[in-house]
């Protein structure tokens, strides 16, 4: 096929930093994307962001059946070019963050997602799939290099935060490849890592995800606090209360929110939840 670079500048497409369009092209690495997200004839892929239909196409080759999002609309005469002949394969014009979720999920049925993902719409994209999916069985994303190690962290580290927590509660997530900067053109200032996440069911018992999604929220707010005193300015609490909350979790009172598990934040959400704190 000709390439990329050429079909783009035949339809005359100038690059858009406010959509996060830095393309791949290189065939070996969008297979070995594939691979690493364990597409195959058996697996329906919702794509974000399709491009230039580099990744798409390749998608396209192993998967049972691919629905890709774009949201910039000057990209349709590229994609009718480079995704001629991917008879499995649509592609819907539009922002995924308006999406109607419950209607596509009711399309694709079980599905993965796959993306390279726009930095700027990295987090909301990945806190939609965590937060209000029912068909989606995992994700396997590029994203900038900081940012998976925060997906991937481990409790007690200072990339560990509010989005690993709301990770951990669906899936393990891994990072399964380094990507440099230059792979991607234009060029982008940081490196990016690819990240899986699958997704396991009652992987973390909690009673509500609501109120585990509350109790992160609270325990990330400052992160120079005790998760004692982000109790009490969260949840307007006396500080016996938090006191009394943070035992029956079995967690030390001086504990910082950074320190603790997923598990130990489901503990504790469960707790709240039983006295009344969280509804
Ligand atoms: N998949 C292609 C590749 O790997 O070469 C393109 C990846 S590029 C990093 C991200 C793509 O997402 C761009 O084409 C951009 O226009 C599109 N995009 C940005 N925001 C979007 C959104 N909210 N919904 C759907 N697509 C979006």
Redesign the pocket.
Known sequence: MEELKNILARHGFSFKKK??????TDTNLLSAIVHDAGVDETVTVLE?????G??TRELSRAAKKVVA????AS?RPVLAETLSGCENTEVVFG???RADLPALETELGRYRVVA???YY?TTPVVMRFLEETHGCDGLTVMVQEEVANRFCAQPGTAEYGAVTAAIALKGAARVTRKVPRAMFTPRPNVDSAVVRIDFEPGRIPVGSEEAYRAVVRCAFASRRKTLENNLMSAFRLPRERAKAALERAGIPDMARGETLSPQMLARLADVLQEEGVIQ
Do not use: R
């Open positions: 959509f996060g369009q830095n393309f791949l974000i962001g399709a491009g230039a580099a990744l999002y774009e949201i910039d990209l922002d995924i963050l390279n993902l726009p719409v």
